[in-house]
């Protein structure tokens, strides 16, 4: 059973910049994603990446968090611009796919996740 480990998070003033990673125990070929939760609200996709580095991204994201994945089985989301609304707990995930085209950010499609990392953003 793969196992995801999240890290990086912690706290920023808005404008800043914060890099989560998420060490997978075992590599694959699948769609992998971060994902966020706010207090009180729903986990949302927040950027997905297919096997061949396609790339996709919540509008709210869009321009400021980059997603990217190396060959140590490290998932990476970097965090600009940061905004108080982005406060939230972050989580990585496998999807139960792989694909060379873009990758859903459904929660419902990724069944191996992190234990993940809080992000508070100040302003």
């Known amino acids: 059973q793969v196992q995801l480990v999240e890290s990086g998070g912690g706290s920023a003033q808005a404008g800043g910049s914060l890099r989560l990673a998420c060490r997978a125990s075992?590599?694959?070929?699948?769609?992998m994603g971060w994902f966020r939760q706010a207090p009180g609200k729903e986990r949302e996709g927040v950027a997905s990446?297919?096997?061949?580095?396609?790339t996709e991204y919540a509008d709210s994201v869009k321009g400021r968090f980059s997603i990217s994945r190396d060959n140590t089985n490290t998932l990476y989301l970097q965090m600009n611009n940061l905004k108080p609304e982005d406060t939230a707990m972050y989580y990585c995930?496998?999807?139960?796919?792989?694909?060379?085209?873009?990758?859903?950010?459904?929660?419902?499609?990724?069944?191996?996740w992190g234990q993940g990392t809080q992000v508070t953003v100040s302003s």
């Open positions: 075992v590599g694959s070929n699948y769609c």
């Open positions: 990446i297919s096997m061949t580095g396609r």
């Open positions: 995930a496998r999807a139960s796919y792989g694909s060379v085209g873009l990758c859903s950010r459904l929660t419902s499609e990724y069944d191996v």
